[in-house]
Each structure stands twice: as C-alpha cells, then as structure tokens.
C-alpha cells in the first residue's frame, strides 16, 4: 500500500534545511538511496554536507534566473520555492529501498515530464521505508512554475498507482469514500 503526501516548501532556508534533512546519511545508507536529475554534480564522492551545498545551489541559481527573467518580485510569504513529496509503503509490499527509489523517480520523470529539477532520497530509519521527494518549482529552463493543483495531485496519484502495480505494491482502492465521513 502506498501513501503520497504533498507539502508546499516556503523560504529558501527552509529548503536548505529540508535539503539537509532528506539527505541525512543515517537515513538513506550513507547517500546510496539519493538519485537526482537534473542536477549539476561536479564531485565524484561528495560528503553529506558537499551534497547538501550542491543541490542548493542548483535549486538558488535556478530561481535566480528565472526572478531575472521575469523581473518580478513576488512576496516573500507566498513564494513557494519547492514542493517536498513523501511516498509511504507498506512493509507488507517486501520492496527493497533501491526498488522504492526507483520507484520514486520513474514516478517524478513521468510526473514532470523530464521539466523540472528533484531529488529522491529513501529513508529506511522506520519500519516502513518512505522516500522524500524535493521538486524544484522553477523548471529546467526557468520560465515556467510548477502549480500544484487538484489535477496535479490526482495525476501523481494516477501515475504512481501504475508504477507501484508494475512493482508488485498493494494500491489502494478508493482513497475517499463518503461513507467513512
């Protein structure tokens, strides 16, 4: 069975730190459970706090290219910077954390279409293994924003029960039932 929950990231600080925490090596086997795209690594065996500088920088200049482009101030309050996604899977779907984290980004690339910048990293410290999702909310070429809307969120759910039902995971059924209210 798998949960999606979603999270609007406000603040650049606070992504730093969300950075740091979804990178936590005691979580996610010492970075071998993080894979990413489109980020520009240019160290062959980076240390936490390396990674952490990294995928903020690349997350930074894209949002500085675009506010250059765009040549608008948003407010500070209402800027959201990234949307941070959590999977939860059952420890009943006997799914490995490399297939969890496959998982995660075959969902994201199809989700995003290959667009915008994130990073997947699966943490195994609960005894159910879960991935953090951190989706860039400026794409690639920094002109367009990630909106997260109803749609959006029912398109993850479409897509993630598909791959999910390739790799064996229970889905759930209906998600909202009026009855249960």
């Known amino acids: 069975m798998v949960v999606t929950k979603h999270f609007a990231t406000h603040g650049k600080k606070y992504r730093r730190r969300l950075i ?11 970075l071998k459970l993080v894979s990413d795209f489109g980020m520009s690594n240019y160290l062959d065996f980076p240390s936490h ?10 997350f930074s200049n894209n949002d500085k290219l675009y506010e ?4 608008r101030q948003e407010k500070h309050q209402q800027t959201i910077h990234a949307h941070h996604l959590i999977q939860s899977f059952s420890p009943e779907d ?4 490399e297939e969890i984290n496959r998982i995660g980004y075959e969902t994201m690339m199809e989700l995003t279409g ?9 943490h195994t410290d609960k005894d159910h293994v879960h991935n953090h999702i951190l989706i860039n909310a400026i794409d690639s070429n920094s002109d367009k924003k990630l909106i997260w809307n109803y749609a959006l969120e029912r398109n993850l759910r479409m897509i993630s029960d598909r791959i999910f039902k390739m790799a064996g995971a229970k889905i759930i059924g209906k998600r909202y039932s009026y009855r249960d209210y």
């Not at 290959?114 to 699966?122: L, M, P, S, Y």
Request: no cysteine.
């Open 20 to 30: 740091k925490y979804i990178l936590n090596p005691d979580k996610t086997d010492n």
């Open 49 to 58: 706090a390396e990674m952490v500088e990294i995928y903020n920088v690349n």
């Open 68 to 71: 250059s482009r765009n040549d």
């Open 94 to 97: 006997n799914l490995t954390p």
């Open 114 to 122: 290959g667009r915008f910048k994130f990073i997947v990293a699966t």
